[in-house]
């Protein structure tokens, strides 16, 4: 009996030897409205593998507009996000916070989302086959940024002025109690993002990112664990710097931009986390052909495949090539495919 997409993604995880490399596409609406029947075929003849579970709220927070339309988007913390380019997501002008003293109580925390109702949630997840995630990521440092906007939050990572760390501890503590409602479902795995790098660095100092922010992780990768769930993070950009500090504390895959950092350099962590991805989207996707984005796919093969540790994942998104897109799970289902044990490029 061949594997379950759960199993594929479990024995993947585990380092156990898969049938092939499980898949998941990311596509943004770009990707829809530029090539829907592309988008259909690839999602057709390489159907995914990891999917991510509806809350079935009992309660919807207060949204306006569109994320992906032109003109203003206010999300569920009431962030004013300007777009001014269909298909993709826009940036906050206005953010809420302009003193942490005086306008960190005018957060609206969306405690709507911890109204998910689990037994619905269950009996969804109870008629699939497939590897499910909770239907929430948590993104702190991201968070804050829309709050408070980019360079003035950057400046307060320096200066820590009054109330910013009691406003952190807040919405960490709302972060968590989310975290710990999707635990207690049947879902597999939990997940949170950041996106953490420029192209060639850390956006902070490392050690500046282990006080504040490697803590909470610590508490979502224990909130996942114990509760016997894996757990995701995504981040973009330059982060080879916190990879170390993430194997340590657990993580279990990270979709990153290994492109950007380079295959080769993240081959000595090979073995001890799961690449969920990413084949290189800056340039391959968008400018690469068929055959490009198969090269590529065999360096993350050779590199960091070791009996799994690699989700064969990519986002098709604003100048993505569907041939290209399509050649990379072509590609993984050929790398991958077997009858019994190989290990990809050799061990360090």
Not at 276 to 281: A, H, L, Q, S
Request: proline share 6%; net charge negative; charged share 20%.
């Amino acid at each position: 009996m061949s594997a379950t997409s759960r199993e594929l993604v479990w024995q993947t995880l585990r380092f156990e030897s898969p049938a092939r490399a499980p898949r998941q596409l990311w596509h943004l609406p770009w990707a829809e409205k530029q090539y829907p029947e592309a988008l259909q075929a690839i999602r057709a003849r390489y159907p995914a593998d990891i999917n991510g579970a509806p809350g079935f709220h009992s309660e919807t927070p207060p949204t306006k507009g569109n994320a992906t339309e032109v003109g203003i988007y206010s999300d569920e913390f009431g962030c004013e996000f300007t777009n001014i380019h269909e298909g993709v997501i826009g940036e906050v002008k206005n953010p809420i916070i302009r003193s942490w003293q005086e306008d960190a109580s005018r957060v609206r925390f969306p405690r709507e989302l911890l109204t998910i109702d689990a037994d619905k949630v269950n009996a969804w997840c109870a008629t699939r086959s497939d590897f499910i995630t909770a239907g929430c990521c948590p993104r702190p440092f991201e968070r804050l940024q829309f709050l408070r906007g980019t360079a003035d939050f950057y400046i307060d990572l320096m200066t820590r002025p009054p109330g910013m760390d009691a406003f952190i501890k807040e919405l960490h503590a709302f972060n968590c109690a989310l975290l710990e409602l999707w635990a207690k479902t049947d879902v597999d795995a939990l997940s949170f993002m950041d996106d953490w790098g420029s192209q060639k660095a850390l956006l902070i100092a490392p050690q500046l990112w282990r006080e504040i922010f490697k803590p909470m992780y610590r508490d979502f990768i224990q909130i996942a664990h114990g509760a016997d769930k894996a757990i995701f993070m995504h981040t973009d950009g330059y982060t080879v710097d916190i990879f170390p500090d993430m194997i340590e504390l657990g993580l279990d895959a990270i979709n990153s931009q290994i492109f950007c950092m380079g295959v080769e350099t993240l081959r000595p962590f090979a073995g001890k986390i799961t690449f969920w991805g990413e084949i290189d989207r800056q340039h391959i996707l968008s400018e690469g052909t068929a055959q490009d984005a198969e090269a590529a796919v065999l360096s993350v093969y050779e590199n960091l495949w070791r009996n799994g540790g690699c989700i064969a994942q990519c986002e098709f998104g604003p100048g993505g090539n569907p041939e290209a897109v399509a050649a990379v799970f072509a590609a993984w289902d050929r790398l991958t495919a077997q009858t019994g044990p190989k290990a990809g490029g050799a061990p360090q």
